[in-house]
């Protein structure tokens, strides 16, 4: 089952590595015994190269760089930070990465695979990952997109819904420099 598990998400990141993918959230986030709390934004990926607009920031990653501009301050941050830096502005990223760390199993129904990661080691501190990923056919070719990723931790829940994704040949551009921002580099 793992092996069919990896080709899905080996086919998901290639086709993220071909195209741009375009795509709205919502993140939810529920701890017990209060109301969850929902926030909105958009992110753009091409491989592991990100933009994302969210919590009154800005964000892009060319690679190398994290560009973070703070709207309210007129602030950007360069940084070059290490893999696992990225795993919160990236949910794709950390599913994937996840991956090797986790038992996986997957069921399909009529198009839409649920793919369960469950940590081997309880000390990751994570006791569930379940993405939801589309399998759709556009012209001739057949795409995956995420649907929703839902990371069960104890004491919380935290579900990403994408919607209004789209994937294009446009390469864009995954550098943020606000013009007249304070630049602070500690990179």
């Excluded at 909105?40 to 190398?64: C, I, K, N, V």
């Excluded at 991956?99 to 199993?105: F, V």
């Amino acid at each position: 089952m793992k092996i069919i598990l990896i080709t899905i998400l080996q086919s998901l990141f290639a086709l993220l590595g071909q195209k741009t993918m375009q795509t709205d959230f919502t993140i939810t986030v529920q701890q017990q015994k209060s109301q969850p709390i929902s926030y909105t934004g958009t992110m753009t990926m091409h491989g592991e190269q990100f933009t994302l607009e969210a919590f009154g920031t800005q964000a892009a990653y060319d690679g190398s760089t994290l560009f973070v501009y703070n709207i309210d301050a007129n602030e950007l941050t360069l940084s070059a930070p290490a893999r696992e830096e990225l795993y919160e502005a990236n949910p794709l990223l950390f599913a994937q990465a996840m991956a090797d760390a986790c038992d996986i199993t997957e069921t399909t129904a009529q198009g839409l695979t649920t793919i369960t990661l469950i940590p081997k080691d309880p000390k990751i501190g994570i006791d569930r990952i379940t993405m939801k990923v589309k399998e759709l056919t556009v012209g001739k070719q057949k795409e995956l997109q995420p649907v929703t990723i839902v990371l069960k931790e104890p004491g919380q829940t935290t579900m990403v819904k994408f919607t209004n994704l789209s994937y294009s040949d446009e390469l864009k551009t995954f550098v943020l420099m606000p013009e007249g921002a304070f630049i602070n580099d500690i990179r």
